[in-house]
């Protein structure tokens, strides 16, 4: 390639590149998306006819909601804020610690705080009071305010234990079992001691937040008692498992700076979905919400359990199917007798007596012998039109083609000299010694026939990739330059057979020294150590993937 051609070639692609950036700087900057909100709460209990979310989060006013369980969109039947809504139930629920572990500046704060956030409630909102020690202690419940506010301005403070954990996981439980359709809250006031050294353990507790049963905020306020103040420190793990907060009541002298905190689950969201009555069956499915507001655009992406469908439900998608399974028949039926008829008909014509009717029989039967309609020559003429167009089309594409390789013939070569070079280099000694090496590390990886061998995919240097089947005696050696594409369809590089792997199910690349696993839209997803992949995912040697019902051993070297 002479200078002159190279110049014109670098500054025609410089303009391309600086084209293609203005235009993705139109494109993406102006759309904000933003980190995916918590949702506090997931309503699926069996009989229910739709799904309730509570996320909090959401910046903004709700401008377009949209939602899709798997890849089937579903009706977003209600939306809005808390505060907002007067028909929307309501509960906070607070557990005070009243021991003497208190300090007693802090008791007359957390009396404050209670009463503030009694004060707060929006409408419909009902209480529950409850101080605790061994067991829970109701002290007011229902919506009389002044009632509730002067209940907490009675408590006294004792010298008693506190079992904090088993207090709030009763509280959980009794959540669970109501199956009204609630915002739950609770508001916990304690120093974090917990002396029952026979009940539920800390981390038995944190399990029970990760079931949508019993999942909720806790907002915790800590009272740092001086004789133990490692307590602090599980309240703040509680609040942070649930996308609550957390405070440290010796550190506010107003305490309704925390109200004030508090009183944000109020604009927290409730979008109530109903799902299209086939994915309702009880099992596990992807349900997804976008959501754009003035702030911006909010994606929650979630798993959930898919409510049963009623008998009513079940009765009506039963008959759906036969209707249709019925307007088919009747069409094809109707069809068929049109058919019929018409041949019918031009039959009994001809054989009238009447000449008119003959001569129209006649015609008819010319028209669909031999003479066309005008309608049917312009299709005619514009179907080849078309296939002139693509010929044309398909040759400028072909010219150009072999122009821009004609022009490259130089750089080409180049490229391939230097993978012929690199190649000489990597030899069969050092191709052995890997994978000798590789059996080392792995003993089991030798049992069992290889199925397919790759010498080189994309082209380039790259990484020795050995995946070794678990459950069977697959085994696949290949070097990954680029990337690869693992599926059922025999374009795939690694062509596995089990049918609950997709056609083209997830996909390997190398880039920057490091392996990456990114599935390509399978429907019963690709799994790295148990974990589902979502998007782009690291993956390295030792690792465990598994696509459909296959698991491989990954190996890299």
Not at 432 to 437: L, S
């Amino acid at each position: 390639m002479d200078k002159a051609r190279e110049k014109h070639c670098g500054i025609k692609i410089f303009y391309h590149f600086f084209l293609y950036l203005i235009v993705m700087f139109a494109i993406v900057l102006p759309i904000k998306v933003n980190a995916e909100p918590t949702v506090t709460k997931v309503f699926t209990q069996q009989g229910s006819p739709s799904v309730m979310w509570y996320v909090s989060g959401m910046e903004g006013t709700l401008s377009e909601v949209g939602a899709a369980i798997g890849t089937i969109p579903c009706e977003v039947v209600t939306c809005g804020k808390i505060r907002e809504e007067s028909d929307l139930a309501f509960r906070t629920i607070v557990l005070l610690d009243n021991s003497l572990s208190i300090s007693q500046p802090n008791r007359e704060k957390a009396k404050e705080l209670v009463s503030q956030v009694i004060q707060n409630h929006v409408e419909r909102e009902t209480f529950e009071i409850y101080t605790f020690s061994t067991e829970l202690h109701q002290i007011g419940s229902g919506t009389n305010y002044d009632e509730l506010i002067l209940a907490v301005q009675n408590v006294a403070f004792e010298n008693q234990d506190a079992y904090l954990i088993e207090c709030v996981a009763q509280i959980l439980s009794d959540i669970g079992k109501d199956r009204a359709q609630y915002y739950n809250r609770i508001l916990l006031i304690s120093d974090g001691v917990d002396d029952n050294v026979s009940g539920r353990t800390f981390s038995e507790l944190m399990n029970m937040l990760e079931d949508d049963d019993y999942r909720c905020p806790i907002h915790t306020i800590a009272s740092i008692w001086e004789k133990d103040k490692t307590g602090v420190k599980d309240l703040s793990a509680l609040s942070r498992k649930v996308g609550a907060q957390s405070f440290i009541l010796d550190e506010y002298e107003d305490v309704s700076q925390i109200v004030s905190q508090i009183d944000l689950d109020y604009d927290a969201d409730y979008f109530m979905f109903d799902l299209p009555l086939e994915e309702k069956d009880g099992t596990v499915k992807l349900l997804q919400l976008e959501v754009n507001t003035s702030q911006g655009t909010f994606r929650v992406t979630r798993e959930i359990n898919t409510p049963i469908r009623t008998q009513e439900e079940e009765d009506f998608l039963n008959e759906q199917v036969q209707t249709d399974t019925e307007d088919e028949t009747d069409i094809v039926e109707e069809v068929e007798d049109q058919q019929i008829t018409e041949a019918q008909r031009r039959v009994l014509v001809i054989v009238e007596p009447d000449g008119q009717e003959e001569t129209e029989a006649k015609s008819e039967l010319e028209t669909s012998s031999g003479k066309y309609p005008l309608s049917v020559f312009i299709g005619i003429g514009i179907g080849l039109l078309a296939l002139l167009l693509a010929l044309l089309l398909l040759r400028t594409i072909r010219r150009r083609r072999k122009s821009v390789w004609d022009e490259r013939d130089d750089d080409f070569d180049y490229w391939k000299q230097n993978e012929n070079d690199r190649r000489q280099k990597d030899t069969v000694e050092d191709r052995e010694q890997r994978e000798m090496t590789f059996m080392e590390e792995h003993p089991d990886s030798h049992n069992g026939d290889t199925v397919g061998m790759w010498d080189n995919i994309g082209g380039g240097s790259g990484k020795n990739i050995i995946l070794n089947g678990i459950d069977n005696n697959s085994h696949y050696d290949f070097v990954l330059r680029y990337e690869t594409l693992i599926g059922r369809d025999s374009l795939c590089s690694v062509v596995l057979k089990d049918k609950k792997v997709s056609r083209k199910h997830c996909q390997l690349t190398a880039r920057e020294e490091e392996l990456y696993i990114e599935d390509m839209g399978s429907k019963n997803g690709t799994f790295v150590n148990g974990e589902r992949v979502i998007g782009e995912m690291p993956i390295h040697s030792g690792d465990i993937l598994k696509v459909g019902d296959t698991s491989f051993k990954v190996g890299v070297i």
